[in-house]
């Protein structure tokens, strides 16, 4: 059985160094769309999932003062170490960065006030699970907010039809269609994981590269990589052509790329009776 999960983890270390920082930071624009839509408030207690870079990390912080606390876990220890780098630089105390599963958190019952999770559901092999932790660590009352990308993000769903003759069949690409990307199947699986007052909020925005070189370079920056990895070398070249054909007849103006994010919140039920 292939080690999912490792794999995952070892790109995402790959791409620590350059995270967000090729292209433009779209990561930080729909991370504070996260929090915003999470109503995080001043002395609020907030874990932060896969935090990556700080993307949702970031504007947590901000939202909740110096009262407040933010924890942020990451499997990936060169994330944590670039992360930590920037928070050090800015004088937070009340931060705290984990090297944690998110299937599996070391953490008490019922301690924080909001947990988030942003673009990162797809990327754990049980996520059942991992939501099943993220009810667990939330107080009654506290509410989860997860970023998706929707169906309808043209990022996504032009770049997998792209990428897929160039991939190996059977290979442990990724690129079928995401079970988060639609606001109905959201509401389901956040019901089935017990939480209520569900309401998921689509957000567009579109973002500017300066050429078609920022606009590959920056797919290997992030969690693309793990699919364009799965290109055999040789072929690509022939995968790069092919994704610059498609930008460029896409975008024949300027490459201003149109991206829809989804941002689903929960509440766990106030009685301790409500059970998934």
């Known amino acids: 059985m292939p080690d999912v999960k490792g794999q995952i983890v070892r790109v995402?270390?790959?791409t620590a160094s350059e995270y967000e920082s090729i292209g433009p930071r779209f990561f930080s624009h729909f991370g504070a769309g996260l929090a915003g839509a999470a109503a995080i408030a001043p002395g609020t207690r907030v874990l932060d999932v896969a935090c990556g870079r700080g993307a949702a990390l970031f504007p947590s912080r901000r939202r909740v003062g110096a009262a407040g606390r933010v924890v942020g876990i990451d499997l990936s220890a060169p994330m944590l170490r670039s992360l930590r780098r920037d928070v050090v630089a800015?004088?937070?105390?009340?931060?705290?960065?984990?090297?944690?599963?998110?299937?599996?958190?070391?953490?008490?019952?019922?301690?924080?006030?909001r947990v988030l999770c942003s673009f990162a559901l797809w990327f754990f092999p049980l996520p059942e699970r991992a939501l099943?932790?993220?009810?667990?660590?939330?107080?009654?009352?506290?509410k989860v907010a997860i970023a998706t990308w929707a169906s309808a993000c043209p990022f996504l769903s032009w770049a997998r039809k792209?990428?897929?003759p160039f991939v190996p069949s059977g290979a442990d690409h990724g690129l079928k269609a995401s079970r988060f990307d639609r606001p109905l199947r959201l509401r389901?699986?956040?019901?089935?994981?017990?939480?209520?007052?569900?309401?998921?909020?689509?957000?567009?925005?579109?973002?500017?590269?300066?050429?078609?070189?920022?606009?590959?370079?920056s797919?290997?920056?992030?969690g693309m990589r793990r699919f364009l990895e799965q290109v055999p070398a040789a072929?690509?070249?022939q995968a790069r052509a092919a994704m610059d054909r498609r930008l460029h007849l896409l975008h024949p103006r300027g490459l201003r790329v149109r991206f829809t994010a989804l941002y689903s919140v929960g509440e766990k039920p106030r009685s301790g009776n409500s059970r998934p």
């Not at 017990?194 to 300066?210: D, H, K, M, N, S």
């Not at 797919?219 to 992030?222: K, V, Y």
């Open 132 to 142: 099943a932790e993220f009810r667990r660590v939330l107080r009654p009352g506290g």
């Open 90 to 113: 800015r004088g937070w105390t009340n931060v705290e960065l984990r090297r944690m599963d998110a299937e599996r958190l070391d953490l008490p019952n019922s301690v924080f006030d």
């Open 162 to 164: 792209t990428l897929l």
């Open 235 to 237: 072929a690509r070249e």
């Open 188 to 217: 389901r699986i956040l019901r089935a994981a017990g939480f209520q007052q569900i309401r998921v909020l689509r957000q567009t925005a579109v973002f500017e590269y300066a050429d078609a070189d920022e606009w590959w370079g």
């Open 219 to 222: 797919l290997w920056s992030h």
């Open 12 to 14: 995402f270390g790959r």
